[in-house]
C-alpha cells in the first residue's frame, strides 16, 4: 500500500474533525495538529475548503481497489465499484456529512462538486473497464451523464442510516438503469436496426384493423 502524502493525510484529519464539528468550523491549524504536520505543509491553502476534492479523490480512489466489477452489464459493473466509494464514504460517515451539507448549504459550492463528480464518473468507468470509446461525444455524454447519477445516489446517501444501504443501491440502480437507457438512444437515435412490421402486420400496440 502507497504512502500517503501530506495533503490526503490532512484531507482524512479534517474528516476526522468533522465528525465531532461543522465543516466550517475547522481551522486548517486544527487539520495541522491532528494530522501530526506542519502548517507549512500546508501551504498554499487557505482554508480546508481546499482539502475538500482530495477527500472526494480519496473516495474515487476506492472504486478501483478490488478490480472490476463482477456483472454481465455493464451497469452492473458500474454500480459495484461505486458502491465502493460509498462504503469508503461510511466508514467516515459523520465527517462526510458534515462536508457534505457544508457544500449543500452554497449553491456554488454545490455546483462545483456536481461538476467535480465527473471526475468520479471517469474514474468509475475505468475502474469498471469501460471508459474506452470511439465517439468523443458519447464519451462525454457517458461521463456527465454517470456524474448526474453518482450526485443523486450521494444525496440518497446521506439520508441512509440502513446497515444494506437499501435506499443508496435503490437510487444507484434506477439512476444505472436510466444512465443506461439514455446511452442506448444516443447510439440509436432514430431507432435503425429495430424491426419493422412487413405489410399487413400490425405494429407492436397496435390492433389489427377489422
Partial sequence: MSQKGPREKAALAALHLA??????????????????????????????????????????????????????????KLFDVIMLRFEAMEAHRAGSVSMLSYIDANPVRRASALYRRRN???????????????????????????AWTIWQAEQAWME????????????????LRDWESRLDRLKNPFGMGKRRAPPGEPTSGTEPAD
Wanted: no cysteine; aromatic share 4%.
Fill in 160 to 175: 441512509d442510516t440502513d446497515k444494506d444501504f437499501a435506499r443508496t443501491m435503490a437510487k444507484l440502480d434506477k439512476g
Fill in 19 to 76: 465528525a465531532d464539528r461543522r465543516w466550517s468550523d475547522i481551522t486548517l491549524s486544527d487539520v495541522a495538529t491532528a494530522s501530526g504536520l506542519s502548517l507549512s505543509d500546508l501551504y498554499p491553502m487557505t482554508g480546508v475548503e481546499a482539502l475538500i476534492p482530495e477527500i472526494e479523490r480519496h473516495f474515487d480512489r476506492a472504486m478501483s481497489a478490488e478490480g472490476v466489477g463482477s456483472g454481465d452489464l455493464d451497469r452492473e
Fill in 120 to 146: 468520479t464518473a471517469r474514474w468509475a468507468l475505468v475502474s469498471a473497464v469501460l471508459e474506452a470509446s470511439d465517439n468523443p461525444l458519447l464519451s462525454q455524454a457517458a461521463e456527465v451523464s454517470l
